[in-house]
């Protein structure tokens, strides 16, 4: 069995974010590709630009408004090290 994923954001000064059983997410690459992530996702290093990185979770879906970073995959955890937000957290329509 696949478990959910466990997202974390950091910026230099603090942690944004972190959220565990997230079903999935959603960033844009430095290419301008959207990348879609989901548990079992294969191991992942890129380069993210400024963009909402989007996520779900059993409580909704949400947006968070994130300058250029690193993202970094692994099997049961997504990090994602960035400048910082460029807005606040809200949820997503």
Do not use: F, N
Not at 51 to 66: I, N
Request: glycine share 8%.
């Amino acid at each position: 069995m696949i478990s959910p994923l466990r997202l974390t954001v950091l910026s230099p000064v603090k942690t944004l974010l972190d959220v565990a059983d997230v079903a999935w997410l959603q960033v844009r690459l430095a290419d301008g590709a959207g990348l879609g992530i989901y548990p079992g996702h294969a191991p992942l290093i890129a380069e993210t630009i400024s963009a909402p990185l989007r996520y779900a979770t059993a409580e909704g879906e949400q947006q968070l408004e994130l300058a250029a970073g690193i993202l970094h995959i692994t099997l049961e955890r997504v990090w994602l090290l960035t400048a910082g937000a460029t807005a606040e957290l809200a949820p997503s329509a």
